[in-house]
């Protein structure tokens, strides 16, 4: 008997939650930014009709729609709804899967009794469900297939522009091929399309038929992922990789089929859109370290440490680079965090050495001489996690830095983050960094 996964993706939602809240907000276009000088991050269905999308700058938006209703993003309003439709899904299947803030997997087989007539009514079921115990201004797309990344896919393939549901079965499969662009499989971005047109590959089926040692020579380990997409075949969707297409470097969004009910962390990470672009390393390191300092105390409150640090940065034409590097060592404090990181920043964005690829040296030219370029968004993550607890060092001069991280972990939990702070981050602005709800992984 086929497996019947069900995904469930949330209708914009940040901005769906702030018009369920507030009724005066209904039918009325609203941006939720992560600051009011950044870019729009979740607008609503009323936005988007009028051209505004995610990732269009305030000003663009105001230029577009000049009464848009524009607000910061409320973290615990939009966690506490999410843990609202997850319940509903637990109602369904113990199998739930969290994928993001706004989506979830479930596996429906047993509920279903094997049918994928069941399946629908199922689907309609849930969204009704949401209406009523959620709110009339909540809503969903669903999709069912015999996996995730079928499912995924079905959500996006129903009629409309929201409310969307639609089941792919496992004969119905074959016929996505006629329907998909490259781009329309999670984890095939625009950058990753343009590498394949240059090997030949235009369609899904293509990208199917293609030689799988091809493939790996070409992309590494990635082109393994990418035959295992071509066939709709899905081990499991990594949800740090939630709208991101597969880099060289970086694990695939693919890693197999996942276990149903475990939230299992696989990486912490932390990204800010700046007001403004900033091209000063003063305040590039400071902000450098206040995203490291804040990954930090979250991997210590969940006793983890990690070895793989992975940094990106773009700028207001979201133009730049993304690079990861392992290192020897296990960390979770933010001083070495920052450390790794700058040193992918230095080398890579900074380097005239021959290592330096074409990418990092446009951007560093662009960061030096274009008086309007620099960094707009910057982001860091740490995964090869570990969670354990390291023995204390043996040497007073080593325990002291283990001393002090203590000390002040201590004092943040008890009155407030960055109550005590490294000397360093004096002057960097309170709303820098500051806490968000983003679209991977639920964070703490």
């Not at 993003?73 to 113990?94: A, H």
């Not at 091929?177 to 499989?185: C, E």
């Not at 620099?374 to 007073?396: A, C, H, Q, T």
Request: hydrophobic content about 35%.
């Amino acid at each position: 008997m086929s497996q019947i996964i069900l995904h469930l993706d949330m209708n914009s939602y940040f901005a769906s939650c702030e018009q369920q809240a507030n009724p005066h907000l209904r039918r009325r276009p609203v941006g939720v930014c992560e600051h009011l000088g950044g870019i729009i991050i979740a607008p609503s269905v009323e936005a988007k009709r009028l051209g505004i999308k995610l990732g269009t700058t305030v000003w663009d938006a105001q230029k577009i729609y000049p009464k848009i209703v524009l607000l910061p993003v409320d973290p615990d309003k939009i966690r506490s709804i999410t843990e609202r439709f997850l319940r509903i899904l637990q109602d369904y299947t113990d199998k739930v899967d969290k994928y993001s803030i706004d989506e979830a997997f479930a596996d429906i087989t047993e509920v279903c009794e094997g049918a994928w007539d069941n399946a629908l009514l199922i689907g309609l079921e849930i969204k009704q469900r949401l209406r009523l115990e959620i709110g009339e201004w909540v809503s969903c797309s669903i999709g069912v297939g015999p996996n995730k990344l079928v499912a995924k896919i079905a959500a996006d393939l129903g009629e409309g522009d929201i409310d969307r549901i639609f089941v792919v079965r496992p004969e119905e499969i074959d016929h996505l091929y006629a329907r998909l662009n490259l781009t329309d499989v999670p984890g095939i971005g625009p950058r990753l399309e343009r590498a394949l047109h240059k090997l030949g590959i235009f369609s899904l089926s293509q990208l199917r038929d293609y030689s799988l040692m091809n493939l790996i020579n070409q992309f590494g380990i990635n082109g393994y992922f990418l035959h295992e997409l071509a066939r709709f075949n899905s081990p499991s969707l990594n949800p740090s990789h939630k709208g991101r297409e597969i880099n060289e470097g970086s694990s695939s969004p693919l890693v197999g089929e996942g276990r149903w009910g475990e939230d299992v962390i696989k990486s912490f990470g932390h990204s800010y859109t700046l007001p403004r672009p900033i091209n000063k390393l003063n305040d590039i390191k400071k902000l450098m370290l206040k995203l490291s300092e804040k990954i930090g105390r979250r991997i210590r409150a969940k006793g983890a440490r990690g070895n793989v640090i992975h940094y990106f940065h773009s700028d207001k034409q979201y133009e730049g680079f993304s690079k990861q590097r392992k290192i020897k060592e296990l960390i979770n404090d933010g001083r070495d965090i920052y450390r790794a990181a700058w040193m992918i920043f230095s080398q890579s964005c900074h380097s005239e050495s021959a290592l330096a690829d074409e990418e990092s040296r446009s951007f560093r030219l662009r960061l030096q001489d274009d008086k309007a370029a620099g960094i707009k968004i910057m982001g860091i993550s740490v995964s090869g996690l570990k969670f354990d607890r390291p023995p204390e060092p043996l040497f007073e001069q080593y325990k002291k830095p283990w001393w002090m991280v203590e000390a002040m972990d201590k004092i943040n939990n008890k009155y407030g983050e960055f109550t005590i702070h490294r000397g360093r981050l004096l002057g960097i602005p309170d709303e820098w960094g500051k806490d968000t709800v983003g679209f991977g992984r639920m964070k703490g």
